[in-house]
């Protein structure tokens, strides 16, 4: 079983920066590919981010692609959403979520997870 608890999420400005990290325990990082969702309100979950295991391969939606980076610190258990250039379409509660699929890290559809944590919300205001 894993844990997953996020942090960080906030109100701020458009154009501004927030970072999100999500804290895992459970299981060793290093086995897992892990990913950050969104979902606002009225909205099905989307993918944000993904990050391999080892950290060396980073995937993004186009949506968040060159504002946002992924990064992970598996001696520390972590990994980090930096959110840069932020816009109201960026509103939404974001979930950090681990999957053990084998293979390619590159895994945007939720139902592809195993464990989620319980979301942060972040909002962006115009």
């Known amino acids: 079983q894993v844990q997953l608890v996020e942090s960080g999420g906030g109100l701020v400005q458009a154009g501004g920066s927030l970072r999100l990290s999500c804290a895992a325990s459970?299981?060793?990082?290093?086995?897992?590919?892990m990913g950050w969702f969104r979902q606002a309100p009225g909205k099905e979950r989307e993918f944000v981010a993904t990050?391999?295991?080892?950290?060396?391969?980073?995937y993004y939606a186009d949506s968040v692609k060159g504002r946002f980076a992924i990064s992970r610190d598996n001696a520390k258990n972590t990994v980090t959403l930096r959110m840069n250039s932020l816009k109201p379409e960026d509103t939404a509660v974001y979930y950090c979520a681990a999957t053990t699929v084998v293979g390619t890290f590159i895994i945007v559809e939720p139902r592809d997870y195993d464990y989620w944590g319980q979301g942060t919300q972040v909002t962006v205001s115009s």
């Open positions: 459970g299981r060793t990082l290093s086995t897992l590919v």
């Open positions: 990050i391999s295991r080892a950290g060396v391969g980073t």
